[in-house]
DNA sequence: ATTTAAATTTAGACAAATCTAAAAATATGT
DNA sequence: ACATATTTTTAGATTTGTCTAAATTTAAAT
């Protein structure tokens, strides 16, 4: 599999994971920020090889093969993470660019004995689980502080954005994986919430209670 | 730079290391392993870059722009090794593979932090001297074991061919860097060597003696 | 059921990196 | 100096991954 190839594969595994059905030309050439015809071009390739299933105008699909590729590069990605962080001291907002360039180096024993050196973690900077040797993922029983009843009490552990921007302002916050997190108020108004994070009452918008993922307690 | 483009660089700083004209077509292309054509090709588009001095049938040679990207690139990969067999519990007869994979990840900030996590190594597992951060070289004293006077002694600090095949060879004959080396005798007829090795006398082929180098004390 | 709009695929082109086969330039040997 | 061998370059083709513009298919709207 070359880079493009295996960028290709996890982008469809990504936005197929939860939906059953298969994913459009359009929203592929999204997420991989291409036009749709290279789509097109690309899938056909990846069809020859056994990795996708696909027919004209219906989509695409991973078959396992493609699938345990897919969650083989997520693997290496989240593990990487893990490294800049724990090892080089990068801050989780870093790490992704560097990962998505070191997900493609090809050699077992390396991310075995990467594995090893982090202490086999089982969650990324972000939250995300790491997709075990045999391709088993964890899911977990997270949601979206944003769905949590009112009342409810939990623990921060994980983002769904994981841009820069975000994680910055989570920082400035202190806003982190493991905090606890109490949902005080919905404001019905613009669904904004009041909460407190580890005892510091704060308000937090929509659009950042629609990002942390919260496992209740 | 393209994957391609940095290995051709590397390639040709070392062919022309030492020598002082031009790196030959057909030397390049035996080092890259492929065709001259291909070799004339590239060359062009170095050219075009300004990171080669190019003139047909003259062969090419790095401007200081090539010979800055080329120390660089051979920096990260000395570095990794390094990070490989210390971190990782790598022998230095696997990592080199690996090396030229990871030579190639783009991101000044990650080199910076690995050079840090290794507490800023001088020489790879192979003894090769690491470019320095602003692209200096040490060359180091050190010469072929072959090309040592009798009775001298010496340590051993690098190799020159760096195959998995002679590597395991001095594994399995306890040669490693760091150990001294008296050279006892030498065999006229065939060039191989008597020597003692941390006080274990053997006998060295001119082949195993002209690929290890020592450092006269 | 048509028409219109949106999504998708085809056709044709391009740059990067490589190859084979043939031509041109340089080096070597007598 | 001239013929021969070697090296190097060109010409033309291939693969991968991408693009634009046009054609086709499917979905949505009247
Ligand atoms: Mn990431
Ligand atoms: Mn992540
Ligand atoms: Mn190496
Ligand atoms: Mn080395």
Redesign the pocket.
């Known amino acids: 599999m ?4 295996e960028n290709y594969l996890k982008a469809i595994f990504h936005l197929n994971k939860g939906g059953a059905k298969a994913v ?4 592929l050439a999204g997420q991989m920020d ?10 056909r ?1 990846l069809a020859e090889k056994g990795v996708v299933h696909y027919k ?2 219906q ?1 695409v699909s991973l078959t396992e093969k493609g699938s345990r590729l897919a969650l083989s590069v997520i693997r290496k990605h989240r593990l990487w993470e893990v490294f800049l962080v724990e090892k080089l001291s990068f801050n989780w907002d870093e790490v992704h660019e560097i990962a998505e360039q070191l997900e493609h180096i090809k050699s077992e024993q390396l991310i075995d004995r990467l594995d090893e050196l982090l202490g086999f973690p089982q969650f990324d900077p972000h939250g995300d689980p790491i997709p075990t040797k045999d391709g088993s993922l964890p899911s977990g029983d997270k949601q979206l502080l944003s769905n949590m009843p009112l009342h409810s009490k939990g623990i921060c552990v994980g983002v769904k954005d994981s841009s820069s921007a975000f994680l910055k302002f989570l920082d400035k916050n202190n806003i982190a994986l493991g905090h606890r997190i109490e949902l005080l108020e919905k404001e019905e108004f613009d669904n904004s919430v009041f909460v407190k994070v580890n005892d510091a009452p704060m308000h937090l918008s929509y659009q950042i209670a629609s990002n942390l993922y919260v496992k209740k307690i």
Chains 1, 2 share one sequence.
């Open positions: 070359t880079h493009s190839e459009s030309t359009n929203a291409t036009k749709p015809s290279s789509v097109t071009d690309m899938i390739r004209k105008y989509g």
